[in-house]
């Protein structure tokens, strides 16, 4: 209850407030920013305001990955930069079958960004965090001129502990795998860019984005037998596909029919000319493993959050390393096109 | 070398014409159609409804069919 | 959906007619035939040859390089579809104008471009016009509106081209002309009615699955009876007569003439642009824009493909030097574009 | 010497090349880029190409560490942004008495950077982490579009081990503790001052900008009776002197005229109407010990590389707890200032 | 150092006259003396007074207002000397007119902005013109430059003072006074001996520790014989006559005018603007700034502390809601601002 | 009230003087100051040289307190 009313009265006094470079400048405003905002959602035991957090290493092998965001705008619906910078490195680490333990998280903030939108940012990371079971241990912040940076970036690093017996990379897809993606995609990736660019298209897209450690372990649980496991982010499911194929040196056959994707992502595709394959998920996995596993892992992600949806897609296969082959709707089979490039919308 | 799109006609109003695509609407113009309804089906290019469509999905191509045979 | 059309499909793949070459005209046939993997259902003695009816590969160098000068040395904000954004210019594409400063915002449509001009009237605006039949009374539209709204801060950049000079300049390299359906949907189909007695003949042809299927074994059927034809087969879009609206408003608006082809020359009476009185609209006369010498790389054989003389991978640096993410030649940009498609979808 | 052909064929190949946004699409680009320069400087068996590093953990406590960098402009006498990013890390680990083991660096890159400078920034990297005998295991990169980040910034973040038996941190300053400058103050900030605004002021000043692990270590393999150690980064010495005093709850008392400050920088200095205690050091540690180890301390610091100008500044009090007082020039005591805000010179 | 002036200091400590008031007029004397800690020194009996000798601290809300008026609405860009950058206007200080978008560029002096100026011609260049004798001179010169050189984009928003009004104004409110030197070069020391015959004592003093307790020593010692007196303490510097040619050339272009001092109120004729002939250069008459009624903060009593009349301590807000990190009156915002020496450097 | 800096010049050319404070250059004007030598002390505030200095330290201070005593 006490709690309740500090934290009104903390929220109160961001109302109206900007950062400033001074907020930047290491002295006492910077830690006062530090306070009012980050300790206050980022607080645990591990959090350090020294130079850095004294940790419990892992047992066993780490795994660690970073990522920077950049989001524009930084929100949109379904989320914000914070939660996606959360979700980003928890399903980094995920993915290498890693439990995520710890998080660090440094800010980079234009000279007059909104106290209240960063609150908003740390909240979001907070929740977050939490759902995910990873602690924030280190942070940084600085604040850069105004029209030196838009708006807000954050990079966070995350540690993770590997369960023993998994092993799971991009080089370890096999022919007679199945392929599966834990929901519809696309998602993040139009969601942004019907927010970002003013192209006057109204649809009920939200992103994807969501912690997927849960979902990993999930699947852990439930067999062993596991290849390869991958968020299908930058590039979308076309480009992580492409990736795996190059790294294992096999062939990827995907069935198109067989594909969820939102009939809303799918028209706006068709508006803009673009493909959902290519679309940014931040909430998806693509999972690759023996196809005798494949209804088992299926049936344990459609009862968890994020992966009611999971569908098997196809299935590896030994011709044509490095390509991916779509089986198309008249029964053909083509190459699924290299992505390649900037995310274009067009006419033609 | 036009991505055309098949959207529905939800709501019109003078010279403009709000079209559906699964979910996602976008207002085009409707200057180029006469006479056009909530409910019909358009051909939407670049921001225009180019051609009003008599059947919404491509079936009348088995009466092609038919008749070529 | 496979099952329903064998009989397209079994008329296409059982054909044992004379040789026969068929020109997709359009690029988003071109584009859909590849998706559809359509090429490997045709007997060898049916040839399909990827025609120029893609705006962007049929855009000259020097266009590119009069929208580069408008951006860089106008400081004009460009409004563009994204399709034009890679092409590469005589130095410079407009993606590497943007990377040194100028402004390129990428829009859905003309109108948006207006609107963008409307709402910025502090900024200079140019659309990059391009595209045939189907996308000419777009543009037509967003200059009548920028005169009804005294929109003094818009105008376009002019590509625009119409079909039927190309139909007659292309006479000699196809048997058949597979029609694209929305250039039809604007001039309806008399013209190629009356091309059927210069013995060219044609069918328009949608674009699902099913249309192109349909379309083509229509094609071949009264191909083997030796007589010039011409099908619609796109009747739920395309009429006889077109859309007289868009006529209409694209001769209030603009006049013939000649237009150079990348590759294929200039093509007398083949180009649009704005008449006399609505000059201001025409950014090529407000800024007056230098005359471009426009340099395309020599290697390039972008003409002879478009022609139908040769395959993409006839040319010397296909694949190699010219690559999506690197392309040398228009046709190797758009995702329409015969080399490109070649190349993405993995066809020698 | 044939890598070092390989070398220089790599080289060739970035110049007059900027960074594009296909760079940073996810594809094929990003790959290249990756290769082309990140592989090309930071390779070593513990570096992923996939969503993680996998790592072995450090025995013992394990130290983390992040830090976003920002400086503009990028490169500066002395060093670049390149360098500067592994410096602070290493420093911030090696403060905690911690071993640097493992570094994960994200870039945000501007369109349009050019590809050499990208490539100065990298070999600069690569050679600041291996004398500090750390690894690069993880990268991000992430193109910015032009005008949405200014230049380059760049994230490091730090694993490191912790030496058994060293416990130092801000809140264990003790009174009667000496207090150490490992070299003269405030060179970064000036650097950086004169570097970044046009104030028309032509002094030999360079960073200070250096990797002080084996400062540290040398510093512990003399004496494991240390307190504090700190690197007087962002505000400068001042600053951290005045964090020290509050977490500590100790009043600090340094002598002005034993304060090592370069000429140059005290000429800028009274130029510009600053102090130099609260310009940034890049390359200087604070050090608190018992004034017993004061001087084995200095003496162990004079024989490394960046430290030859260690001296004894101040000592640590219990009058006036969380305050720094100066001896001054005139035998007074006087309060140091308290820092805040941004540095910000000044006519009066 | 002290040793050497051992007597000086003991003429002061043993100072047992009759209670005097001391009022150091000059900022950077304020600044000195509290980093020196001389109020230590000083018997009771010996009363230091802060003068209004901070152009800052004298600049009144409307001053800044009318900057940002320019900054925001008129999209000029503000050259400015450090100081003004964060003193709070009625609403917004020029730091938070740089959040929003405003472009303040920082300057070493005057001539540096008339060079920007010049090298930025299709920017609006204003110059914040405040300070007094010593400053102006360097104003006078950008503009005459300017004039020189044919620019018309730099003009100066003036604020300018003369010493002399004041020590009238403030004649009552101490004993002594300790004139500013830097002035005194400027105007020579006549006025000062002048004041004499109206019984107004004085010293003009240096601003090395050495010269400031010389001042003061010789300040206390002829107080004590009881008559009025000056003595010119910093004859290296100041001479009788001061620089003829700063003040042809300030007269040259500037004329007395009323001016108001923040907390003081209006002094008839302790102003400066420019003469009507270089009315083009006065950025009030080119770009019709309106009249701003600056509204300053009703609970500061920066006007009794210049005018020593209380200390900043009786200042109801002081330490609380006004610190220097959040300023509430301009003595707050500068470093040589009593409010902002009685605070950094603890006295009560 | 202003932040003074003594400096040595170092070269002098028309109405420009450039000034050393601790190996810190900057070029300053010297209009207001004749006859100005290199190896000259001068004040140096907001640009400009505003005084020639005589001493180029504060020893002088040492005579005032002789007469003063
Ligand atoms: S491969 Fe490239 S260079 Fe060759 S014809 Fe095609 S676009 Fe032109
Ligand atoms: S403490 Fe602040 S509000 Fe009070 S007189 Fe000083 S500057 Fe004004
Ligand atoms: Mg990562
Ligand atoms: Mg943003
Ligand atoms: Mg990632
Ligand atoms: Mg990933
Ligand atoms: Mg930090
Ligand atoms: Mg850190
Ligand atoms: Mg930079
Ligand atoms: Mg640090
Ligand atoms: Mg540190
Ligand atoms: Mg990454």
Redesign the pocket.
């Known amino acids: 209850m006490n709690e309740y009313v500090d934290n009104e009265a903390r929220k109160a006094k961001l109302v109206g407030k900007t950062v400033t470079m001074a907020h930047g400048a290491g002295g006492h405003q910077t830690s006062e920013l530090i306070d009012m905002i980050f300790k206050a959602h980022f607080d645990n035991p591990d959090l350090t305001a020294d130079d850095a957090a004294v940790l419990t290493p892992p047992i066993g092998k780490m795994a660690v990955s970073t990522d920077g965001f950049i989001v524009s705008p930084a929100f949109y619906p379904g989320g914000n930069i914070g939660k996606l910078s959360i979700c980003g490195t928890v399903n980094d680490l995920s993915c290498m079958g890693a439990k995520p333990l710890y998080l660090t998280c440094a800010f980079v903030i234009e000279e007059g960004f909104p106290m209240e939108k960063l609150e908003e940012i740390a909240e979001a990371m907070e929740k977050t965090a939490k759902e995910a079971g990873v602690r924030i241990v280190s942070g940084d912040t600085k604040v850069a001129g105004k029209g030196q940076v838009d708006g807000v970036f954050i990079t966070t690093t995350g540690i993770g502990e590997i369960t023993d017996g998994v092993e799971v990379a991009g080089n370890l897809a096999k022919p007679g795998d199945a392929i599966i993606v834990t929901g519809d995609i696309g998602r993040h990736g139009c969601t942004i860019l019907l927010a970002r660019e003013d192209f006057g298209i109204d649809a009920d897209v939200t992103s994807d984005c969501a912690p997927l450690w849960g979902n990993v372990k999930a699947v852990m649980d439930a067999t062993h037998e596991l290849h390869v496991i991958r968020d299908a982010t930058r590039g979308g499911v076309g480009t992580v596909l492409y990736e795996i194929a190059g790294q294992s040196q096999v062939g990827i056959r995907l069935d198109a029919s067989k594909i969820p994707v939102a009939p809303e992502v799918r028209g706006v595709c068709g508006m803009l000319g673009l493909e959902p394959l290519y679309l940014a998920c931040e909430g998806r996995l693509v999972i690759m493993a023996p196809k005798e596993q494949a209804q088992t892992i299926v049936d344990a992600l459609k009862v968890c959050p994020y992966s009611q949806d999971a569908a098997i897609i196809g299935e590896v296969t030994e011709e044509q390393p490095g390509k991916v082959v779509m089986l198309t709707e008249i029964g053909t089979q083509a190459l699924l096109p290299q992505p390649g490039g900037e995310l274009l919308p067009r006419i033609c | 070398m036009c991505v055309g799109l098949s959207a529905k006609v939800v709501r019109i109003s003078d010279g403009t014409a709000v079209v559906d695509a699964g979910g996602a609407k976008r207002s085009v113009s409707s200057e180029l159609l006469e006479d056009l309804e909530p409910g019909d089906y358009v051909m939407v290019h670049a921001g225009i409804a180019i051609a009003k469509i008599t059947d919404e999905d491509d079936s009348e191509t088995d009466q092609l069919m038919e008749e070529l045979l | 959906m496979s099952e329903g059309k064998k009989t397209a499909r079994e008329i296409i793949e059982g054909y044992d007619g004379p040789a026969v070459r068929i020109m997709e005209v359009c690029g988003t046939h071109t584009h859909e035939i590849f998706r559809l993997g359509i090429r490997k259902l045709l007997p060898k003695q049916v040839e399909l040859i990827s025609g120029p009816g893609c705006p962007v590969c049929v855009t000259p160098v020097s266009y590119i390089d009069e929208a580069v000068y408008l951006a860089l040395e106008k400081s004009v904000t460009i409004c563009t579809f994204g399709d034009l954004v890679r092409v590469p210019g005589s130095k410079k594409s407009l993606a590497d104008a943007r990377s040194e400063g100028g402004k390129i915002h990428i829009v859905y449509s003309p109108a948006d471009a207006e609107k963008y001009a409307k709402e910025h009237s502090e900024e200079e605006v140019v659309f990059l016009s391009v595209g045939f039949e189907t996308t000419t009374p777009a543009g037509c539209l967003s200059v009548k509106k920028a005169k009804e709204e005294g929109i003094t801060n818009y105008s376009m950049l002019i590509a625009n081209k119409t079909m039927p000079q190309a139909y007659e300049a292309l006479k000699g390299s196809a048997d058949i002309f597979l029609y694209p359906g929305h250039v039809n949907a604007i001039t309806g189909t008399k013209l190629c009615e009356e091309l059927v007695q210069e013995g060219v003949s044609g069918v328009v042809a949608g674009f699902t699955a099913k249309e192109l299927l349909t379309a083509l074994a229509v094609a071949l059927t009264h191909f083997q009876k030796g007589k010039p034809f011409f099908v619609n087969c796109y009747p739920r879009v395309v009429t006889e007569e077109g859309s007289k609206e868009a006529q209409r408003l694209v001769d209030t608006l603009m006049e013939a003439c000649d237009s150079e082809w990348r590759g294929l020359g200039i093509i007398p009476g083949s180009g649009l642009r704005l008449r006399d009185e609505w000059g201001m609209y025409d950014a090529r006369k407000k800024y007056q824009v230098p005359k471009m010498e426009g340099r395309a790389?020599p290697?390039?054989?972008?003409g002879d493909?478009l022609q139908g003389k040769c395959k993409?991978s006839d040319?010397k640096?296909?694949g190699k030097v010219?690559t999506p993410q690197h392309?040398?030649?228009?046709?190797?940009v758009s995702g329409e574009?015969a080399?490109s498609a070649y190349y993405m979808y993995g066809r020698e």
């Open positions: 790389n290697a390039c054989r972008c493909v993409p040319c640096v296909f010219c392309p040398v030649g228009a046709c190797m574009g080399c």
